[in-house]
């Protein structure tokens, strides 16, 4: 049995701020906020774009006329229909390739311009344009023009053929192109070939199709009608979902979940027959379709005919204006592809004993390949690669050899372009084609020592270690009580979900397993268990990891896991489940709770010092005695003037206060008294907002919990901006555990209490005429605590409903003239909410957590992210 690998866990870790700001501007959730900030979407209009994407309005897509050979192909086609001329469209047997021939086949009926196509049996064959074809098509078809879609851009000989018997050729392909030797088409349509001015250069086969539909026939509403099978080619080739691409295919999948407002109707509308009929065979009759639905459930039935049979049938059944032959061929597609998943089964395990017993894994690349499988094994082959390259993490091609010749697919990781790997071979190849992560080729047999030797080569000079390693990207760290169904609603606009647009995922710590795991699935391969974060329960389930069984089902086992949260739909319930991307299991080594962690016999920079429930008091005092630079956080400016009028006596000298008021000059002043030494002590309510102005801080202590991740660690900051030895002091204790429980109820009020203070702050406002009011007066506890008020003034000022002006401390209150405005256009009123949510199981990890774990999560947080850019 291969052992799971390792994965290396790499966070994006979007800037708080930024996700809160972007979330009030859009009255979305925070979580909402922190993904499109963690997808570089920064600029509202940006984040609407790629939310809503309009295509009446065309946000989100490109000219069709600035693609090279655009204009010159419309004109060619416009002339072939005017003078009657027959037209055949050549595609390719899979998803991408069906779709995008369905597309063109439909814009040309819709232009009452009949148009024939051609569909290469895999097995016969093989991938691309073929002189078999073309000869054919010349001589049944009679065709005077042939369109390629996602194929032919490599086909050089094969068009030169077809110019030989008067056809002319249009190729609409977006697989990588041969620098050197192109086609001799009369028009050549890729984003990737050299001088092509289009600005998005990873459309799909079916999208280019799509532009050239576009091209001849500008109808908005048409043009929408199509994107059902834009977007399914799209997610299932695995093309970036970035782009134009993200726009097509977000419309497309709401045109194929387009409610039926009809009664006795099915609940979504699918008017493609074709498209409806797979639905229903499928599972998807009444559910929403999402881009997993079409990854894993429509696109293996499609792919599946071109696999097991001939994929012509694909394209009637997504033209067909007739229920009884969509009915047919859908479940025939069905059929097909539960003899492609034995199939794939069985080369996938013969594959498997191959590499683990005849193949060096030292290697940087892998090559599989026997004649044992079958002629139907050229149609799994891609998917085996797949399944492969997740296990080893390498370069891999899967090549099934019939007689004389191989036909094999490839997938590669990231460091290292696959199709640019064949052509560097291609004096070994018969035919290649493909991107930079999937490739497919034929071969003689007689080459695939030598091919072998060339591939692991190219691999061997271009992937580093770094490159071997396999790795997780997750979005940030959050814990199970943000996850909702309704903020897991929210994150359905994300779809569809896919190459480049990744469904989300999450790290959260300390998880436990709540009860046994079950085994799941036909085979048993899969687990699924209950976990627990506090009092926060969810669904997870493990795919592929029933070998594991043994190792969830263990007492007291604690988990950090990796994950993509979902909806689960069964039987008319709608839940939150996890489907868990990796784990790690925390260790069990953990006996002794140091007082200092690292310890001093160990190497560090900077170390935590365990000094929970001690008594505060004492300890300062003893700490400052040393002399010695320090910065004592407290939970408020209440409990600041309690550290610096009761707790210390007023003889101490050189100690400063610093809080929300501090400006950053007088930020900087203290920075630079302290490297004087006219500064020992900074007391603070609040964060160094620019710790590396800051000398060499000795010590930094916690005098009470904190309420969020964030504010936590900005404030370990000052201790890793030098190299010196700096000292985290821990002297909180359990009794801080309900102060700040207090503490968030009165700084974060809710909707209710808000309404009431706004009343209050309108009232005392009016009283006092057009002068406004001193926020000062506010701020005295005749309108409530002082925190909550302060709060409430941030808010209301962010919503528009007031206006503070003069200078610090003597600031007045202007009432503004406004609208009513929803709470959550408000940053501070939507981090309330997140820290109200998460708190909890934070106190939990501050007070609870074993000291060398505590380091363990500080250490991990400075060296993924810089502290000021850390997640809640």
């Given at each position: 049995?291969?052992?799971r690998?390792h994965?290396?866990?790499?966070?994006?870790?979007?800037?708080?701020?930024k996700?809160?700001?972007?979330?009030?501007?859009?009255r979305?959730?925070?979580?909402?906020g922190?993904?499109?900030v963690?997808?570089?979407?920064?600029?509202?209009?940006?984040?609407?774009?790629?939310?809503?994407?309009?295509f009446?309005?065309?946000?989100g897509?490109h000219?069709?006329?600035?693609?090279?050979?655009m204009?010159?192909a419309?004109?060619?086609i416009?002339?072939?229909?005017?003078?009657?001329?027959?037209?055949?469209?050549?595609?390719?047997?899979?998803?991408?390739g069906?779709?995008?021939?369905?597309?063109?086949?439909?814009t040309?009926?819709?232009?009452?311009?009949?148009?024939?196509?051609?569909?290469?049996n895999r097995?016969?064959?093989?991938y691309?344009?073929t002189?078999?074809a073309?000869?054919?098509?010349h001589?049944?078809?009679k065709?005077?023009?042939?369109?390629?879609v996602?194929?032919?851009?490599?086909?050089?000989?094969?068009?030169?053929?077809?110019?030989?018997?008067?056809?002319d050729?249009?190729?609409?392909?977006?697989?990588?192109?041969?620098?050197?030797d192109?086609?001799?088409?009369?028009?050549?349509?890729?984003?990737?070939?050299q001088?092509?001015?289009?600005?998005?250069?990873?459309?799909?086969?079916?999208?280019?199709?799509?532009?050239?539909a576009?091209?001849?026939?500008?109808?908005?509403?048409?043009?929408?009608?199509l994107?059902?099978?834009?977007?399914?080619?799209?997610?299932v080739?695995?093309?970036p979902?970035?782009?134009?691409n993200r726009?097509?295919?977000?419309?497309?999948?709401d045109?194929?979940?387009e409610?039926n407002?009809?009664?006795?109707?099915?609940?979504?509308?699918r008017?493609?027959?074709?498209?409806?009929?797979?639905?229903?065979?499928?599972?998807?009759?009444?559910k929403?379709?999402v881009?997993?639905?079409?990854?894993?459930?429509l696109?293996?039935?499609?792919?599946?005919?071109g696999?097991?049979?001939?994929a012509?049938?694909?394209?009637?059944?997504?033209?067909?204006?007739?229920?009884?032959?969509?009915?047919?061929?859908?479940?025939?597609?069905?059929?097909?592809?539960?003899?492609r998943?034995?199939?794939e089964?069985?080369?996938?395990?013969?594959?498997?004993?191959?590499?683990e017993?005849?193949?060096?894994?030292?290697?940087?690349s892998?090559?599989?390949?026997?004649?044992?499988?079958g002629k139907?094994?050229?149609?799994?082959v891609?998917?085996?690669a797949?399944?492969l390259?997740?296990?080893?993490?390498?370069?891999?091609?899967?090549?099934?050899?019939e007689?004389q010749?191989?036909?094999?697919?490839g997938r590669c990781?990231?460091?290292?372009?696959?199709?640019?790997s064949?052509?560097?071979?291609?004096n070994?190849l018969l035919?290649?084609?493909?991107?930079?992560?999937?490739?497919?080729?034929?071969?003689?047999?007689?080459?695939?020592?030598?091919?072998?030797?060339?591939?692991n080569?190219?691999?061997s000079?271009r992937?580093?270690?770094?490159?071997?390693?396999?790795k997780?990207e997750?979005?940030?760290?959050?814990?199970?009580?943000?996850?909702?169904?309704?903020?897991?609603?929210?994150?359905?606009?994300?779809?569809p979900?896919?190459?480049?647009?990744?469904?989300?995922?999450?790290?959260t710590?300390r998880?436990?397993?709540?009860?046994?795991?079950?085994?799941?699935?036909?085979?048993k391969q899969?687990?699924?268990?209950?976990?627990?974060?506090?009092?926060?329960?969810k669904?997870?389930?493990?795919?592929?990891?029933?070998?594991?069984?043994?190792?969830?089902?263990?007492?007291?086992?604690?988990?950090?896991?990796?994950?993509s949260?979902?909806?689960n739909?069964?039987?008319?319930?709608?839940?939150?489940?996890?489907?868990?991307n990796?784990?790690?299991?925390?260790?069990?080594?953990?006996?002794?709770?140091?007082?200092?962690?690292?310890?001093?016999?160990?190497?560090?920079?900077?170390?935590?010092?365990n000094?929970?429930?001690?008594?505060?008091?004492?300890y300062?005092?003893?700490?400052?005695a040393?002399e010695?630079?320090?910065?004592?956080?407290v939970?408020?400016?209440e409990?600041?003037?309690?550290l610096?009028?009761?707790?210390l006596?007023?003889?101490?000298?050189?100690?400063?206060r610093h809080?929300v008021?501090?400006?950053?000059?007088?930020?900087?002043?203290?920075?630079?008294?302290?490297?004087?030494?006219?500064?020992?002590t900074?007391?603070?309510?609040?964060?160094?907002?620019?710790?590396?102005?800051?000398?060499?801080?000795?010590?930094?202590?916690?005098?009470?919990?904190?309420?969020?991740?964030n504010?936590f660690?900005?404030?370990?900051?000052?201790?890793?901006?030098?190299?010196?030895?700096?000292f985290?002091?821990?002297?909180y204790?359990?009794?801080d555990?309900?102060?700040?429980?207090?503490w968030?109820?009165?700084k974060?009020?809710?909707?209710?209490?808000?309404?009431?203070?706004?009343?209050?702050?309108?009232?005392?406002?009016?009283?006092?005429?057009?002068?406004?009011?001193?926020?000062?007066?506010?701020?005295?506890?005749t309108?409530?605590?002082?925190?909550?008020v302060?709060?409430?003034?941030?808010i209301?000022?962010?919503?528009?409903f007031?206006?503070?002006?003069?200078?610090?401390?003597?600031?007045?209150?202007?009432?503004?003239?406004?609208?009513?405005s929803?709470?959550?256009?408000?940053?501070?009123?939507l981090?309330?909410?997140?820290?109200?949510?998460?708190?909890?199981?934070?106190?939990e990890?501050?007070l609870?957590?074993n000291?060398e774990?505590?380091?363990?999560?500080?250490?991990?947080?400075?060296q993924?992210?810089?502290?000021?850019?850390?997640?809640?």
């Amino acid at each position: 049995m291969t052992q799971r690998p390792h994965k290396k866990w790499e966070f994006k870790t979007p800037d708080l701020d930024k996700s809160l700001k972007l979330a009030a501007e859009l009255r979305v959730s925070p979580l909402v906020g922190q993904l499109l900030v963690s997808r570089k979407i920064t600029n509202p209009e940006d984040a609407r774009t790629y939310l809503y994407p309009k295509f009446a309005e065309l946000k989100g897509f490109h000219d069709p006329f600035k693609l090279a050979g655009m204009e010159k192909a419309v004109e060619r086609i416009r002339k072939a229909i005017s003078r009657g001329e027959k037209i055949c469209i050549y595609g390719d047997y899979d998803t991408d390739g069906t779709t995008a021939t369905a597309l063109l086949f439909d814009t040309f009926r819709e232009m009452d311009a009949p148009a024939d196509y051609y569909i290469p049996n895999r097995f016969r064959e093989g991938y691309g344009l073929t002189k078999s074809a073309v000869e054919e098509i010349h001589k049944k078809n009679k065709a005077k023009l042939l369109i390629t879609v996602d194929c032919g851009i490599t086909s050089v000989k094969e068009v030169a053929l077809a110019n030989q018997l008067g056809i002319d050729v249009i190729i609409t392909d977006h697989h990588q192109p041969n620098p050197v030797d192109q086609p001799p088409a009369h028009s050549l349509i890729s984003p990737k070939i050299q001088g092509n001015e289009y600005p998005y250069p990873d459309l799909a086969g079916v999208g280019l199709a799509f532009k050239l539909a576009h091209g001849l026939y500008n109808d908005v509403k048409f043009l929408r009608s199509l994107l059902d099978l834009v977007v399914l080619g799209t997610v299932v080739d695995l093309v970036p979902l970035t782009g134009e691409n993200r726009a097509l295919s977000r419309v497309g999948l709401d045109e194929l979940n387009e409610v039926n407002k009809e009664k006795h109707s099915g609940v979504y509308k699918r008017k493609r027959l074709g498209i409806r009929a797979l639905c229903n065979v499928a599972g998807y009759a009444t559910k929403k379709l999402v881009g997993k639905s079409l990854s894993f459930g429509l696109g293996p039935r499609i792919n599946a005919a071109g696999r097991m049979d001939t994929a012509r049938k694909v394209v009637k059944l997504l033209t067909t204006e007739h229920d009884d032959v969509a009915t047919r061929i859908a479940s025939e597609l069905d059929q097909a592809n539960r003899e492609r998943q034995e199939l794939e089964r069985q080369i996938q395990d013969h594959a498997q004993d191959i590499i683990e017993n005849e193949i060096d894994l030292t290697q940087k690349s892998i090559v599989v390949h026997s004649d044992k499988w079958g002629k139907k094994a050229k149609g799994v082959v891609g998917i085996v690669a797949s399944r492969l390259l997740e296990i080893h993490h390498k370069p891999v091609f899967v090549l099934a050899v019939e007689g004389q010749e191989a036909t094999g697919s490839g997938r590669c990781i990231e460091g290292m372009n696959l199709a640019d790997s064949l052509n560097n071979c291609t004096n070994l190849l018969l035919k290649h084609g493909g991107h930079a992560a999937a490739a497919g080729l034929t071969l003689k047999t007689e080459n695939i020592p030598e091919f072998k030797k060339a591939f692991n080569k190219y691999a061997s000079e271009r992937l580093t270690e770094e490159a071997l390693q396999p790795k997780l990207e997750l979005d940030f760290e959050t814990y199970l009580s943000v996850l909702t169904l309704e903020t897991l609603e929210e994150l359905e606009q994300f779809e569809p979900f896919g190459r480049e647009n990744n469904p989300p995922r999450f790290c959260t710590r300390r998880v436990k397993i709540s009860g046994a795991p079950n085994l799941m699935g036909k085979e048993k391969q899969h687990l699924s268990m209950s976990i627990k974060q506090g009092v926060e329960r969810k669904r997870a389930i493990a795919w592929r990891a029933g070998d594991e069984f043994f190792t969830f089902n263990r007492p007291n086992l604690l988990l950090d896991i990796a994950f993509s949260p979902e909806i689960n739909e069964w039987q008319g319930n709608r839940s939150v489940q996890l489907i868990l991307n990796d784990w790690k299991i925390r260790s069990e080594r953990r006996e002794v709770n140091w007082d200092v962690f690292p310890t001093l016999e160990d190497d560090s920079a900077v170390r935590l010092v365990n000094r929970r429930n001690t008594t505060k008091k004492k300890y300062l005092l003893n700490l400052l005695a040393r002399e010695e630079s320090c910065i004592i956080y407290v939970q408020d400016d209440e409990m600041l003037d309690s550290l610096l009028t009761r707790l210390l006596p007023e003889s101490i000298e050189g100690i400063v206060r610093h809080d929300v008021t501090t400006t950053t000059a007088e930020e900087t002043e203290f920075a630079q008294q302290l490297a004087r030494g006219e500064l020992r002590t900074i007391a603070s309510s609040t964060v160094i907002e620019n710790p590396h102005v800051l000398p060499f801080v000795k010590h930094i202590v916690f005098c009470h919990l904190t309420p969020s991740p964030n504010l936590f660690f900005k404030r370990c900051a000052p201790a890793f901006a030098t190299e010196d030895t700096s000292f985290l002091h821990l002297i909180y204790g359990d009794a801080d555990g309900t102060a700040i429980q207090n503490w968030v109820t009165k700084k974060y009020p809710e909707k209710a209490e808000l309404q009431k203070l706004y009343g209050g702050i309108r009232k005392a406002v009016q009283s006092n005429g057009a002068d406004g009011y001193a926020e000062n007066a506010m701020l005295n506890g005749t309108l409530g605590a002082p925190s909550t008020v302060e709060t409430g003034l941030t808010i209301f000022e962010e919503l528009g409903f007031i206006e503070r002006y003069g200078e610090p401390g003597h600031r007045l209150v202007k009432l503004c003239p406004a609208e009513k405005s929803d709470l959550s256009r408000s940053p501070t009123y939507l981090r309330g909410n997140l820290i109200k949510q998460t708190y909890p199981s934070f106190v939990e990890f501050q007070l609870k957590e074993n000291i060398e774990s505590m380091w363990e999560r500080i250490e991990h947080e400075y060296q993924i992210t810089d502290p000021s850019d850390s997640s809640i």
